[in-house]
């Protein structure tokens, strides 16, 4: 995968749980359009459980996003 779309595809990400946990995100999609969106075992979560899942995928993420930046074969497959 290029620098470019690691980047890309992290900030869009980022951006994607930020909102979830910041602006509103998690009240918008809690019940049913949480199954669609996140997962089956979202659907009978509420708005804090999502926010706490999506806090939890952002501490995740950024060592993850950190180690593909200084090490590209971390980054998966090639583009």
């Given at each position: 995968m290029s620098l470019l779309t690691w980047i890309l595809s992290?900030?869009?990400?980022?951006?994607?749980?930020?909102?979830?946990?910041?602006?509103?995100?998690?009240?918008?999609?809690?019940?049913?359009k949480s199954f669609f969106i996140i997962g089956?075992?979202?659907a009978l979560w509420t708005?804090?459980?999502l926010r706490l899942?999506?806090?939890?995928?952002?501490v995740l993420q950024v060592p993850w996003f950190i180690?593909?930046?200084l090490m590209p074969q971390w980054r998966g497959f090639a583009v």
């Open positions: 992290h900030v869009t990400l980022a951006a994607f749980w930020l909102w979830i946990l910041n602006f509103g995100g998690a009240a918008k999609m809690e019940g049913w089956w075992f979202a708005a804090e459980q899942y999506a806090l939890c995928i952002l180690a593909g930046l």
